[in-house]
């Protein structure tokens, strides 16, 4: 029972100090991407003002911070504002939303490769204008909109994401990762989802 009683400290000493607390990361980070929604229905009083589906090039800004256990786990959270443009008469699409988050990371000299995923949830606001492009040239600065339509709401999310961080030196680190945010709340045909690409830089502080 004795020789048992140590290789069980001596195993849980071991995994101690493979789990034990490795640092910590911080940093912000520029996006860009592909959205795209599902097929939607506008109406207004007397007819079907719009159906399809949005798609076209979202950017924005964010950033996370990630406290390291260990080798491989990370553990934190992170937070982005994103945005489209559709029409040239002031629709848009624009989110905010955080989360926490998971990855696991593999050291390769310079390099860091991770794979995870965040959950979290945020505000979704859409506003479409009519295009119109009938209107006579000469109207088209005094063209009242009497068909706007505005929608805000929550959501949850679930984001994967994989990227990569190469190590200027050991407190400062490039990034770049792609993601691909996904709404799980309902009735949200509208919601712009797609890949993003992110590139920004992370400040870490690792223990001496």
Known sequence: MTLTFSVSASESEKNGKKMSFNGYSGGMMLHAGYGQSRNFTIYDEDDVLFNGKFQGAVYGIG????????????VGMEGYASNSKYSKFGGYTSLGWGGLLLDSKWDVKKW???????????GYKFVFIPDYNKVDNNLKDFVIDDNVSYRSYPFVAVVPFVGVEYALTQRVHIVAKIDYLFSVSKNTNDFVTGPRLFLGFMFCHLPK
């Open 112 to 122: 860091t490769i991770f794979v995870g995923g965040s959950v979290g949830g945020g």
């Open 63 to 74: 950033g996370a911070m990630r406290v390291m256990f260990g080798n491989h786990l990370r």
